[in-house]
């Protein structure tokens, strides 16, 4: 058997010292704070300014700038063919655990809607063991969902509500549900719906295109995909300006308001920045930089694309239909 020489191996690139995680850090940090307090001010605020809005569009706008420049430097380095196969194993498992992470995301907000609709929302109308303390706080509320009528409003109101007073919520006069739909071809989640999954058809024959080393119909399926990311986003911001000005459905009606906007706006977020990183990856696209052999920006792109449509689904199903 011969040993081995250092020559045999296969020479790992090491990037240099960067701060760019710290930085992006801040950023996030700054965006979840912001968002947070424009959700408080929105439910409790008394038209007072608090600079919430200056304070998320600034977090998000350093974050995204931070991103800009720290995957600008990964990329030249991949086009000088500074990345090893290694180092792009690791590019994978990176991209793995970020999905993952997004899953888990997406996990806690559907494990409160199962919490509010199977035991918390049945205890507040008094049934079972949680249920012992309906009649001193919300005598006379029937749980149902979509949940049409809040437990405050049931005991009239926060004016008469002396324990357990943490505002004033007021129902949605109609829900997003199907079953409140007038007719089927204009239930906007069926045509999100639709839009979605046909993006992940063409993004996947996108996908095809580049493997077999077909730019034009690379560039082209992919084009496609984005052109329905975009749709996809109209057609919600069309259904929550017909929530707040037709149906009464706010973030303040309510646990039902809470757990639609939190579930579906989170989701509309991602769809923007699935959108965004799709489109990035058809101007380097144009610009010449992929090949059938070396395309992983397009490839974990595709990987979270896929991810959002399959987390509308269980949206569509839990949050629009059951």
């Given amino acids: 058997m011969s040993n081995p020489t250092s020559t045999e191996y296969e020479k790992y690139y090491v990037p240099e010292q960067s701060k760019m995680a710290v930085l992006a850090t801040i950023g996030l940090m700054l965006s979840i704070f912001g968002a947070a307090s424009v959700m408080?001010?929105?439910?409790?605020?008394?038209?007072?300014?608090?600079?919430?809005?200056?304070?998320?569009?600034?977090?998000?706008?350093?974050?995204?700038?931070?991103?800009?420049?720290?995957?600008?430097?990964?990329?030249?380095?991949?086009?000088?063919?500074?990345?090893?196969?290694?180092?792009?194993?690791?590019?994978?498992?990176?991209?793995?655990?970020?999905?993952?992470?997004?899953?888990?995301?997406?996990?806690?907000?559907?494990?409160?809607?199962?919490?509010?609709?199977?035991?918390?929302?049945?205890?507040?109308?008094?049934?079972?063991?949680?249920?012992?303390?309906?009649?001193?706080?919300?005598?006379?509320?029937?749980?149902a969902w979509p949940m049409m009528e809040t437990p405050q409003e049931a005991v009239g109101g926060a004016a008469v509500q002396p324990l357990a007073n943490n505002g004033s919520f007021t129902s949605a006069g109609t829900s997003m549900a199907f079953s409140e739909v007038s007719a089927w071809y204009k239930w906007l989640p069926l045509w999100n719906t639709i839009i979605l999954l046909t993006s992940s058809f063409t993004v996947h024959m996108a996908h095809m295109g580049i493997l077999a080393g077909n730019k034009r119909k690379f560039n082209a399926w992919l084009g496609i995909t984005v052109g329905l990311a975009i749709i996809f986003l109209f057609v919600q911001y069309y259904e929550y300006y017909e929530a707040y000005a037709h149906f009464g459905l706010t973030l303040n009606s309510g646990i039902y308001g809470s757990t639609f906007f939190m579930l579906t706006g989170f989701h509309g977020f991602h769809v923007l920045m699935g959108a965004t990183m799709l489109a990035i990856q058809l101007i380097r696209s144009l610009r010449g930089h992929f090949t059938a052999d070396d395309h992983f920006g397009f490839e974990a792109s595709s990987w979270y694309w896929h991810f959002v449509d399959v987390v509308w689904v269980f949206l569509f199903l839990f949050v629009y239909i059951l």
């Fill in 40 to 143: 408080n001010d929105k439910t409790f605020g008394d038209g007072i300014t608090s600079g919430s809005w200056s304070t998320l569009i600034f977090g998000l706008f350093w974050f995204m700038a931070v991103l800009f420049v720290w995957f600008r430097t990964a990329i030249r380095e991949n086009i000088a063919g500074m990345n090893s196969a290694q180092l792009k194993k690791s590019y994978v498992m990176g991209m793995f655990w970020f999905i993952f992470s997004e899953v888990m995301f997406f996990f806690a907000f559907f494990g409160a809607l199962f919490y509010v609709r199977t035991l918390a929302g049945p205890w507040l109308a008094g049934e079972g063991e949680g249920g012992r303390m309906n009649g001193l706080l919300w005598e006379g509320f029937q749980y």
